[in-house]
């Protein structure tokens, strides 16, 4: 019988910190239900204090998730916590999530503090979220570069104090997978009272190591990991939920396991990539495109005599289900629904048939409807309320002629016209933009995702937008390149004009 690792999910919370990936309160929702449908045990559902916004999702994620716990993180400052515990009100199992960084250069530089006052905050911290919930976890940011004899005293403190779980997080993703296990290990060695509390990984991927370092954890005695889909999350990101969950199912000698329902991973993957419009690396692990495609003649001519050869999971595990009914224009509301239903997506009769109606639209333009273009299309209603819509776009191009663009904007109910040329169309149309819109932006980032199945399928682009000194990020899909990339910069531009 293996032993149990729980997964905390802070997709939702550290994941979340990726700028331009932000969800409103309805997506989150909807991600969370994923996650309880996929087997995590803890949500991190937001950082409640930060923000209105991130305050009422962890209201009403706590009213729509049933069995996984709910955690709202906070700092070890008594406001935080009260504010975390009142955004707990309706959860099931909820659990706030406290902490202060034990690193030297956290404690100089940014509490300009000493290491025995730390650990007074962090033990104040502590009791005063008890007096709130049972389950309390303490993180002691920068722990990767804590030295361990200091960490192993913060732990020894918290726990006295009432921390249910203690996280050990290489915030800066520092460490490298033995020395992060040694440090998992010393804790387990040196604490007293070390079995009354899990030790948790909190993996960054500065240098690539997140995954190698969450198992080194595990090997040593964590019994919680912190991840997200896709190991999306600030700077390279965080350990990625699916391959931590994966390396425990193909190394079962490990005696280790989890409680996700690996089937579901993939459509997750899929979903918080479309809600979040964060493209997955084709290459990365389990859940990239080319995850399991086999291209050299050799590995192809194996994977056909058994698939042993070259395949250790076999892609229907983790929900890539090559024989899924392609989605063509003659294909009914019931089977649309079915396939958002196997993705993951769930909604009202009235916004299905709004997304019928959009998905033979799209049927009409291309031969095969792909899961991509059905997530895009369900996550399409997002831009209803902008203030800006893209009316008519012409452009004219070709070689050895300048290209020239006109283009119609509605204005919050104004009609707005403009005509430019510039050195290629998109040059072109997004000149004719900055004519209406007049304002000094810069295009920082600009990125078309790679069209894979044909040339009438969905192109789409994400845009990066500098103004006034923040960066603003653009979605756009549509089998006309040059229009994605105009609604990719109107969607920049929507943000910043609210
Ligand atoms: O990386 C980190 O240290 C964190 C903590 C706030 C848990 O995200
Ligand atoms: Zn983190």
Redesign the pocket.
């Known amino acids: 019988m293996s032993e149990r690792l729980f997964i905390f999910d802070?997709t939702l919370?550290?994941g979340e910190q990726v700028p331009g990936c932000q969800l409103n309160t309805v997506e989150k929702i909807q991600v969370a239900k994923q996650l309880e449908a996929l087997g995590v045990d803890v949500i991190e559902a937001g950082f409640p204090v930060s923000s209105p916004g991130d305050f009422n999702s962890v209201i009403e994620i706590s009213k729509a998730v049933t069995w996984p716990t709910i955690c709202a993180?906070t700092r070890a400052v008594e406001k935080d916590i009260d504010v975390a515990a009142e955004a707990l009100k309706y959860a099931k199992h909820k659990r706030i999530?406290t902490?202060i960084g034990t690193s030297d250069p956290h404690i100089k530089y940014k509490f300009n503090s000493t290491r025995e006052e730390i650990i007074e905050r962090a033990v104040a911290a502590v009791k005063y979220a008890r007096r709130y919930v049972d389950d309390v976890e303490f993180?002691a940011?920068?722990?990767g570069r804590t030295d361990n004899e200091y960490l192993a005293r913060v732990v020894e403190a918290v726990i006295k104090a009432g921390a249910t779980v203690v996280?050990i997080?290489?915030?800066t993703g520092y460490c490298l997978p033995d020395e992060y296990g040694a440090k998992i290990k010393y804790l387990v060695d040196h604490v007293d009272g070390i079995d009354k509390a899990i030790l948790s990984t909190?993996c960054?991927n500065d240098l690539g190591m997140a995954t190698a370092n969450t198992v080194s954890g595990v090997l040593n005695g964590a019994r919680q990991v912190?991840v997200t889909i896709n190991g999306i999350g600030e700077r390279a990101g965080?350990t990625a939920l699916e391959e931590v969950a994966m390396i425990l199912r193909c190394h079962k000698h490990l005696n280790v396991d989890t409680n996700i329902n690996t089937q579901k991973i993939y459509p997750t993957s899929r979903m918080v990539s479309s809600l979040m419009n964060m493209p997955v690396q084709p290459n990365k692990a389990i859940v990239g495109r080319n995850a399991f495609a086999h291209s050299s003649g050799i590995h192809q001519d194996g994977v056909l005599k058994n698939v042993q050869t070259y395949e250790i999971i076999n892609p229907k595990d983790v929900g890539i289900d090559d024989n899924a009914i392609v989605l063509t224009a003659r294909s009914g509301r019931a089977a649309l629904k079915h396939r958002l239903h196997v993705l993951g997506v769930e909604m009202s009769q009235e916004k299905l048939d709004k997304v019928y109606e959009d998905f033979l639209k799209l049927a009409d333009k291309k031969k095969d409807i792909t899961d991509d273009d059905i997530l895009v299309l369900a996550g399409a209603d997002r831009n209803v309320n902008h203030h800006i819509k893209l009316e008519y776009l012409q452009v004219t191009s070709g070689v050895g002629v300048r290209s020239v663009a006109s283009l119609g904007l509605n204005i919050s109910g104004e009609h707005f016209e403009a005509a430019a040329t510039g050195n290629g169309p998109v040059d072109a149309a997004i000149k004719a933009v900055k004519q209406i819109i007049r304002r000094q932006m810069t295009l920082k980032e600009f990125t078309i995702q790679a069209i894979s199945k044909g040339s009438d399928d969905v192109g789409k682009v994400h845009m990066q937008v500098e103004y006034d000194g923040q960066m603003y990020y653009g979605f756009g899909a549509n089998t006309d390149i040059i229009a994605a990339s105009v609604e990719a910069y109107i969607d920049c531009i929507n943000k910043f004009r609210k």
Request: no cysteine; net charge negative; glycine share 6%.
């Open positions: 802070t919370r550290d993180l999530h902490g993180y940011e920068d722990a996280n997080p290489d915030t909190h960054h912190e965080n």
